[in-house]
């Protein structure tokens, strides 16, 4: 759904932009979210200033090398920026513009979700980047943050993909996890903001690998304190669907994260990501 009615808003160096709605609006939003399969979500066009988020864009063709933490396994190829004293000024702008007090209150409302609560970590959050071959494979994020022990409750993606097509592939496709098949596909273009909820049954990723360009998207993440005893809502890490139509390759990486513990698991995915990321810049 395309958004209107946006107002400006002025910062120290630039304009951006977020939505401005009616009540009325907000309320046809909300049940367009509430109503969404396989899982409540809601894409928005034009949610934040295109010169705003060009401005980011001009920002990542440049950012040097060491402030990527690079993610390249088997199971997902990409890379992310997530610490707040590498950002360049727009990209810094972007996430404490989403951690304000009013865009949390403009998510409560368009989602019926209250007590949303932002991550100053951005942990798993930041600007995440994609290169040709890179993918996501199909999985459910990390349901409570490792340190504060809250709930993950909501994502905000944001895309800069300005000369995105369809045959490029990394479309992020949503599962339905009875079906274990997809069910909505979001197109990773321009100036698109994903608002997706966050549950042990939100599958989603882009498991069919970029054929061109670079994929990026700012992605932010929401909070609400941890009411809910199911062990489900407990998983501190992601977890990855395991198809029987994938390489043996990845479904052996699967296995290996569910028995190793978990701290073996990030040492040695970040060793070989980081020689991989090395190896690939040389």
């Known amino acids: 759904m395309s958004a209107s009615s946006l107002c400006g808003v002025e910062t120290a160096n630039e304009t951006w932009l977020w939505g401005e709605f009616s009540s009325s609006i907000l309320m046809h939003l909300n049940e367009n979210f509430r109503r969404a399969q396989p899982f409540p979500h809601i894409s928005i066009d034009g949610l934040f200033s295109a010169d705003f988020l060009a401005s980011i864009l001009e920002e990542a063709h440049v950012l040097p090398q060491t402030s990527w933490d690079p993610h390249y396994t088997a199971l ?15 990209l810094l702008s972007y996430f404490t513009a989403v951690k304000s007090p009013d865009f949390i209150q403009f998510l409560e409302k368009l989602t019926g979700i209250a007590g949303l609560q932002p991550d100053i970590e951005l942990f798993g959050g930041g600007l995440h980047e994609a290169s040709q071959n890179g993918h996501f494979q199909i999985h459910v994020d990390f349901q409570k943050h490792p340190r504060t022990q809250k709930r993950n409750t909501l994502a905000v993606i944001t895309y800069l993909n300005p000369d995105w097509q369809e045959e490029d592939e990394g479309s992020l496709e949503l599962w339905n996890s009875s079906t274990e098949r997809p069910e909505a596909f979001i197109a990773p273009i321009f100036g698109r903001t994903l608002v997706m909820e966050q549950s042990p049954t939100a599958l989603h990723g882009y498991p069919e690998p970029v054929k061109k360009g670079c994929r990026r998207a700012l992605i932010a993440y929401f909070y609400t304190d941890n009411t809910d005893s199911d062990p489900l809502f407990e998983v501190e890490t992601t977890r990855y669907l395991r198809r029987s139509d994938i390489p043996m390759e990845r479904r052996a990486q699967m296995f290996l994260r569910e028995q190793l513990p978990q701290p073996m698991v990030t040492g040695m995915r970040k060793a070989c990501s980081r020689l991989l990321h090395y190896l690939k810049d040389k």
């Open 76 to 90: 997902q190829k990409k890379r992310q920026l997530n610490r707040w004293d590498a950002m360049p000024p727009a």
